[in-house]
């Protein structure tokens, strides 16, 4: 099963090999972030991401992995196929009016914003949050993400008003909820029979599914506070930041996943 996650540490994966030798439109009610290439993006992420584990070959599915036992149940597995780590979160695309939208991406991202949380000791979706520029380079498989943080953006009370009445966790939960044994086997048996296997040759990704990121080949710039970058002199006041939301208690805190 997808877990809900942290940003400290890249997560075990719920499999162990070693026993065994388009266009992010809206699916289910859900809006994707659809990334293309060679284009910038502007988003705010919310809370926490889920990793969970995909296949785009053979087929597209997620893998149920093990069960509670550490024994493989995941058929491809049996057979010998391995999935790709993935995560999802919950962002504010603020290229498109501020839409709420599920945001899929691959270990490189991931660890690009762990570095962030790790300069700035503020979790990456929280209230201190910023805003992440992802400027994607390349095209399809030989893509690579480069990601910048931006200002930080607490949460607006309209923002925040979204996210506790969008029951977000447990909407991020059942999208990515792993498939059954038994789908797969019926899923897989169906393409093999119709001919539809997928190889690797086949780089087309469902709605909503980034390929595997790559981690930017320059290291990431030591973190600087955003009031160092500002030039303005002193005596000119400086802007009022948007509304941010009043703080919260933990037992009333809907980012606390």
């Known amino acids: 099963m997808g877990n809900i996650i942290d940003w400290d540490e890249i997560p075990k994966a719920n499999y162990d090999n070693s026993k065994k030798g388009e266009n992010g439109q809206s699916k289910g009610g859900i809006t994707y972030l659809k990334f293309e290439d060679n284009k910038r993006y502007r988003v705010r992420l919310i809370s926490k991401p889920m990793n969970y584990h995909q296949y785009f070959k053979p087929i597209i599915c997620r893998s149920p992995g093990c069960d509670e036992n550490g024994t493989v149940i995941d058929p491809l597995m049996q057979m010998g196929f391995k999935p790709d780590s993935r995560y999802s ?4 695309d603020r290229e498109d009016k501020n839409a709420l939208k599920l945001m899929d991406f691959g270990i490189g991202l991931y660890r690009d914003i762990v570095e ?12 201190n949050g910023p805003d992440f520029q992802i400027k994607t380079e390349g095209i399809k498989r030989s893509r690579k993400y480069k ?13 925040l008003q979204i996210i506790k009445t969008s029951d977000l966790r447990k909407k991020l939960e059942e999208i990515r909820k ?3 044994p038994e789908e797969i086997r019926k899923m897989y048996e169906k393409a093999k029979a119709e001919g539809k296997l997928r190889t690797d040759s086949d780089d087309q990704e ?3 599914q980034a390929q595997s990121q790559q981690r930017p080949s320059s290291p990431a710039p030591t973190p600087t506070p955003v009031a160092a970058a500002t030039t303005a002199p002193a005596a000119t006041p ?3 930041p948007a509304p941010a939301a009043k703080p919260v208690t933990p037992s009333d805190d809907p980012l606390n996943w």
């Open 147 to 159: 990601v910048l943080a931006l200002e930080k953006k607490p949460f607006t009370e309209e923002e």
């Open 238 to 240: 400086t802007p009022a």
């Open 116 to 127: 962030w949380k790790v300069g700035y000791n503020e979790d990456p979706g929280g209230m």
């Open 178 to 180: 792993p498939h059954t």
């Open 89 to 92: 979160i919950w962002i504010f």
């Open 206 to 208: 469902p709605a909503g």
